[in-house]
């Protein structure tokens, strides 16, 4: 398990490999790992929500 400290940098790696455009399977730590859920957290932050395609609003 990490510290605050490591989750919170790893929250925000996430969240700048979202916003590079990186796929979420370029995460560095272990299934297991609370790491891993706080980089999908960042990564997710950052990614957009994709809605229904083909939609004429």
């Given at each position: 398990?990490?510290?605050?400290?490591?989750?919170?940098?790893?929250?925000?790696?996430?969240?700048?490999?979202?916003?590079?455009?990186?796929?979420?399977t370029e995460c560095?730590?272990?299934?297991?790992?609370?790491?891993?859920?706080?980089?999908?957290?960042?990564?997710?932050?950052?990614?957009?929500?994709?809605?229904?395609?083909?939609?004429?609003?």
């Open positions: 398990m990490g510290t605050r400290e490591d989750i919170a940098r790893a929250m925000l790696a996430g969240r700048e490999a979202g916003q590079a455009g990186k796929r979420a560095p730590h272990p299934a297991e790992s609370l790491l891993r859920t706080a980089w999908i957290r960042g990564y997710a932050a950052a990614r957009p929500v994709v809605t229904g395609q083909g939609s004429t609003e």
